[in-house]
């Protein structure tokens, strides 16, 4: 994750309402891989505050010149300011963030788009076909005005979808999802889906591939404050048997990433240097018993035989004993009149929660209007 300044090459409304944005970036900032984004200040202004973020629509380097590209849609304040940076202007960006898309060597890769949500498919696809990998494209959008990027959408398959029936299926783009799998000879072990879109759709695209069986990669476009893990304003539950209450049972963790060398516990072989491993746990208390707290650990690695499962059990101990312990290291909160504000990832005052009122500066110079 680097902080690094940028500059507008291209600013312009490709279809009603949505923006394709170039953006020149330094040397210094890494290659990103298709599903990552950026969290970028929108305006030279103080006002709005907070960077938003943007998955990368493609990465371009041509010589020494690096460039990212952003495919977004005008929906409030930040976008509209952003609609208006014109060519030239320097803003600045956090990134590359968020885990990318990681394609199984084995699979071939479903791509479910819906929307704008098109725009980390259209990289992943440029990635996929430069790899020479086959693939399938679905691609559904209200109307045919808004499906961006279908002529970039080369060396796989492509099936698109509107819901006013202005070109291919008459509908939304789930039962062409349905159909390819029903007719297309996919199963579990040779297709995965990956997805991005409204968030309806990214339900109905997980619920189809959890009831199959099939692995499944969604890009969720929620909201988000600081974007480096702060601020904890932006964790995504997923939900497993929650009751009628609503209420979440079971938490599902999964980890990727993990730098080597490891071994699988402290006294076994050492985990494969691919660093592929991917541990998922599922935590959740004993029907039976509440006080017992379940941690399911499965590690996928290809230096084992097969995924591995642990069961660890925790009990509850009613009236703990409690030891003090101070963590001031990295704590990005700062406390002024009673009130709690935040440091940003680039060393600026940002609000803790949503419609906070920036603190009383009636003893600073204010600035000239
Ligand atoms: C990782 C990630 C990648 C993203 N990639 C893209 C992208 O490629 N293209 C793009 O157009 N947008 C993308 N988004 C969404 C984008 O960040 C928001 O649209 C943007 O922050 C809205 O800012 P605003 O100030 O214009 O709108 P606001 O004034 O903040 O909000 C306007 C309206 O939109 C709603 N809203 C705000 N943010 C979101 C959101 N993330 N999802 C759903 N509703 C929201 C608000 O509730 C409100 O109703 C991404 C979000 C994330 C987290
Ligand atoms: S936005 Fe995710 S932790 Fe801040």
């Avoid at 394609?103 to 725009?119: E, K, N």
């Avoid at 961006?148 to 509107?162: P, Q, S, W």
């Amino acid at each position: 994750m680097n902080l690094v300044a940028c500059s507008v090459v291209e600013n312009r409304e490709v279809t009603p309402g949505n923006f394709l944005l170039t953006l020149k970036v330094p040397r210094g900032f890494s290659r990103p891989s298709p599903g990552q984004f950026v969290h970028l200040r929108v305006s030279p202004e103080v006002e709005p505050l907070l960077r938003r973020p943007y998955s990368l629509e493609g990465f371009f380097e041509r010589g020494s010149i690096r460039a990212v590209r952003i495919y977004y849609s005008v929906v409030g304040r930040g976008s509209k300011a952003l609609a208006a940076q014109p060519k030239g202007q320097r803003l600045d960006l956090i990134g590359p963030l968020g885990v990318g898309f990681a394609p199984s060597p084995r699979r071939v890769p479903i791509v479910v788009a819906g929307g704008r949500g098109v725009a980390p498919l259209l990289f992943f696809a440029r990635k996929l076909r430069a790899k020479k990998r086959p693939f399938v494209f679905l691609f559904g959008a209200k109307s045919s005005r808004e499906l961006y990027g279908v002529r970039e959408i080369r060396g796989g398959r492509l099936h698109l979808a509107t819901d006013d029936g202005s070109i291919g299926f008459h509908g939304s783009v789930l039962p062409m999802l349905r159909r390819e799998w029903e007719s297309g000879g996919h199963t579990p072990l040779n297709a995965e889906i990956f997805t991005c879109g409204p968030h309806g759709l990214l339900h109905e695209v997980a619920e189809f591939a959890a009831a199959r069986g099939i692995r499944c990669e969604a890009s969720l476009e929620g909201p988000m404050a600081c974007a480096v893990g702060a601020c904890r304003g932006c964790p995504v539950p997923l939900r497993t048997g929650a009751d009628a209450s609503g209420r979440y049972q079971t938490l599902e963790v999964e980890t990727r990433l993990l730098k080597g060398p490891r071994t699988f516990d402290p006294a076994s072989a050492p985990l494969h240097p691919d660093n592929e491993s991917v541990v998922t746990e599922r935590i959740y208390l004993d029907k039976a018993d509440p006080n017992i707290l379940h941690d399911d650990i499965t590690t996928v690695d290809h230096s084992l035989t097969r995924p591995w499962t642990v069961n660890k059990r925790y009990v509850r101990v009613n009236n703990p004993i409690w030891v003090e312990a101070s963590c001031a290291e990295g704590n990005p909160h700062v406390r002024i009149d009673g009130q709690n504000y935040m440091m940003s990832a680039d060393g600026h005052l940002m609000p803790a929660k949503k419609g906070q009122k920036p603190p009383d500066l009636k003893y600073f110079n204010q600035p000239q209007k």
